[in-house]
């Protein structure tokens, strides 16, 4: 291992540390064919509930892994102590994680203090350049696949994510993006593109969950479309620092049916 290696990897597990107080909140990704949570997104939230946007305006490249590795230990801890019973999802920017072996180490490290087995695990990859490189994320989901961790591809359908990119990487789960859903049952084209994706979708054997549900309309069209989870406000809106339980899920009666 050369020295720049070694550097890189300290930077990973050893990073500067984060400036602000941060914490979790959850939200639910729900089944709609029967109504049951079958796991929960980490949300990043300021320590006195402030969105995400004020806790992420203090990242910087110098504090980035440190914040990474916090914001996923405090995610996995929290999700432990109020009892997750579901696989919990962790958002990561793939750029934080320039050798995925190494870097990996914190995060199995905390879901192992936790009681969390890998496999309950999925890593949601956010829109970076990186995804472009499929040499370097081969070699991520790899890593993420020999620890036995999920991953999931993010906002597809917002326009970078192109179906050949999941030919080649193969996620277990896509999610597809908001600005695809909303208004989906008022908009022919995106019910349209929606539809290709999905089948795309299913034809390479991929989980799909559909983000931003808000009417009962959109979610009535997915439901159609073959979606297989969904996650927005019409089912419950996040959970500052505990988890959404079933009874709390909002799901329209004609979902079920």
């Known amino acids: 291992m ?13 990073g500067l540390g984060f400036p602000l107080p941060l914490t979790i909140a959850f939200q639910p990704i729900v089944r709609p064919s029967s109504g049951a949570i079958e796991a929960h997104e980490a949300l ?9 946007h004020t806790v992420l305006a203090a990242v910087s490249d110098a504090n980035r892994p440190a914040f990474d590795r916090t914001a996923r230990a405090t995610a996995i801890a929290l999700a432990a102590r109020h009892g997750l019973a579901e696989r919990l999802h962790l958002n990561l920017m793939p750029e934080a994680l320039r050798h995925p072996e190494h870097c990996l180490a914190p995060l199995l490290a905390a879901a192992s203090a936790s009681g969390i087995a890998p496999s ?31 991953v999931a591809l993010d906002h597809l359908g917002a326009g970078y994510a192109a179906i050949g990119t999941l030919v080649d990487l193969a996620p277990d789960m896509v999610k597809l993006d908001l600005t695809l859903i909303r208004g989906i049952d008022r908009d022919r084209l995106k019910r349209a593109r929606a539809l290709e994706v999905v089948a795309a979708c ?12 808000e009417t009962e309309g959109e979610l009535a069209v997915l439901a159609e479309a073959g979606v297989d989870l969904v996650q927005g406000y019409l089912l419950a809106k996040p959970a500052f620092e505990r988890l959404v339980t079933a009874e709390e899920i909002a799901l329209p009666a004609e979902a079920s049916a």
């Open 120 to 150: 309950r695990l999925t890593l949601e990859l956010g829109e970076d350049g990186r995804l472009f490189d499929l040499a370097f994320m081969r070699r991520f989901l790899a890593a993420c696949r020999d620890a036995g961790l999920r």
């Open 2 to 14: 050369t020295g720049e290696t070694d550097r890189t990897c300290d930077a990973c597990t050893c």
């Open 44 to 52: 990043l939230r300021g320590r006195d509930g402030a969105l995400a």
């Open 202 to 213: 299913r034809a390479l054997g991929l989980e799909i969950a559909a983000v931003g549900v």
